[in-house]
């Protein structure tokens, strides 16, 4: 972002307390951050920085896990998801298992504004992205044939099948269910096979919106969606209350709607680090070895953020960008 925009920005709020406007996402996606807030100081609305925000990440492919190129799943191909939540209105629009689109908010956002639907999945939510106007292209790279060809190789492990035959630990399928064995622990594959972008802006007026995009699960079993599109679970925003988003295994995640649980927190009052936590506690009573994080935020600016602490991920970064920051800095919370 050119240091002019954040001077006009920095000058539309004189006091040295205001904490608003304010732009949080996960992980250390910077240029997500500067590119939300640019596009809120250029006059756009809170629903416009997320959208710019989060499809600069689809753009820069941020750590292969969001975006075109990454996360092959069991056939090699890459689909998105994402959700835009508008926290004044409680639009939400969504896609799962988009093909072929590399903008997944811009769909989303699409599927919000020009349907009076609220989530589209799979080939029909290309088609529908196409009639939008938005360009269809392979979003395969040699980078993810490289890691799906190596997967293939190592006989597809890691592996997201259980109870069928052969046996999915050593084995390419195709597969048949079997008797049901007892559950194994759930696997814990690589904490970046989930790194959604997920991201909060609340505007100068306190009006809240909130996003995700990502390319899920690594290897994940075709047709598979996870939490990122789905409201509660991957993010959600109401300017009455706050926002918060998630990222990490959203196959358990999604079961417990995280964010909405932390939003209903702040409602009641509760400060924001204390309703991430809230969140989840809740999912580590359940799944103690979970992976995940969530970051929250009030409608005056204050924020917080709350992770499961697992051996080798102790520490949760994400970012942030208000006046008092100056500029889009980087944070970090000690999980729980
Ligand atoms: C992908 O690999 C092919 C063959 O190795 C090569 O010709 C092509 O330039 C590569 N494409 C990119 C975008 O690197
Ligand atoms: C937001 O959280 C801060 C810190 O706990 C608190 O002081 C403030 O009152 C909260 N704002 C609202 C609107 O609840």
């Avoid at 048949?176 to 989930?194: E, L, S």
Wanted: aromatic residues 8%; proline residues 5%.
């Amino acid at each position: 972002m050119k240091l002019k925009e954040i001077l006009i920005c920095l000058s539309l709020t004189p006091s040295c307390f205001a904490v608003l406007p304010l732009v949080i996402n996960t992980w250390p996606f910077q240029d997500a951050t500067s590119t939300a807030w640019s596009t809120l100081c250029s006059g756009g609305v809170a629903l416009d920085a997320v959208e710019k925000g989060c499809a600069q990440c689809e753009k820069e492919r941020c750590d292969e896990s969001v975006g075109f190129g990454g996360s092959p799943d069991e056939t090699g191909e890459t689909t998105l998801d994402a959700m835009i939540m508008n926290g004044d209105t409680m639009e939400v629009g969504a896609v799962g298992g988009l093909r072929r689109i590399k903008n997944a908010i811009g769909v989303a956002r699409a599927v919000m504004e020009r349907t009076k639907h609220t989530f589209l999945v799979g080939e029909s939510a290309s088609v529908f992205a196409e009639n939008m106007g938005f360009p269809a292209e392979d979003l395969t790279t040699n980078q993810s044939l490289s890691v799906f060809k190596k997967w293939l190789m190592e006989n597809c492990q890691p592996n997201y099948r259980q109870s069928v035959s052969p046996d999915p630990s050593m084995s390419c399928g195709p597969y048949k269910p079997c008797a049901m064995i007892q559950q194994r622990r759930h696997q814990f594959i690589d904490i970046h096979a989930h790194d959604t972008i997920g991201m909060v802006v609340i505007n100068q007026a306190g009006q809240v919106a909130a996003g995700t995009s990502t390319n899920g699960a690594r290897h994940k079993v075709p047709g598979r969606v996870g939490d990122s599109p789905i409201a509660g679970a991957g993010a959600y925003a109401d300017s009455a209350a706050g926002g918060a988003a998630a990222t990490g295994d959203g196959d358990i995640m999604m079961r417990f709607l995280p964010s909405y649980l932390a939003v209903e927190q702040m409602r009641a009052g509760v400060d924001p680090s204390t309703a991430c936590r809230i969140a989840i506690t809740r999912i580590k009573k359940y799944y103690p070895s979970f992976f995940g994080a969530i970051i929250c935020a009030n409608t005056t600016g204050s924020y917080g953020a709350a992770c499961n602490k697992l051996p080798g991920f102790s520490q949760f970064p994400f970012m942030v960008f208000n006046q008092k920051t100056n500029g889009p800095i980087k944070e970090t919370v000690d999980c729980v």
